[in-house]
């Protein structure tokens, strides 16, 4: 059975940064395509970052320039490195991981962005 393993999530004050992994245990991991969500209270779940398998990146709108993904292939890990941290930000945060028509989804890391 296919797992995806978030952490790194927590409590942050405005402005500050955090780093989510996420570990997986697909076989050939670097074929797949590796999103980041979110998703708060009353909201819709939103991607907020994707990785291809040739390692192209996007993001939404509202994480430009503060958001960085990036993966390891030798490690089966996806990270998202969130910088200048906002009180908008705070939302659970999931991976996803896509490879044709398979999908997989970890349980999700809690990020609190609070004074």
């Known amino acids: 059975q296919v797992q995806l393993v978030e952490s790194g999530g927590g409590l942050v004050q405005p402005g500050g940064s955090l780093r989510l992994s996420c570990t997986t245990s697909?076989?050939?991991?670097?074929?797949?395509?590796m999103d980041w969500y979110r998703q708060a209270p009353g909201t819709q779940r939103e991607l907020v970052a994707s990785?291809?398998?040739?390692?192209?990146?996007n993001y939404v709108d509202s994480v430009k320039g503060r958001f960085t993904i990036s993966r390891d292939n030798n490690k089966n890990t996806v990270y998202l490195q969130m910088n200048s941290l906002k009180p908008e930000d705070t939302a659970a945060y999931y991976c996803?991981?896509?490879?044709?028509?398979?999908?997989?989804w970890g349980q999700g890391t809690q990020v609190t962005v609070s004074s």
């Open positions: 697909v076989t050939g991991f670097s074929f797949y395509h």
């Open positions: 996803r991981a896509q490879r044709g028509i398979k999908a997989y």
């Open positions: 990785i291809s398998s040739l390692g192209s990146t």
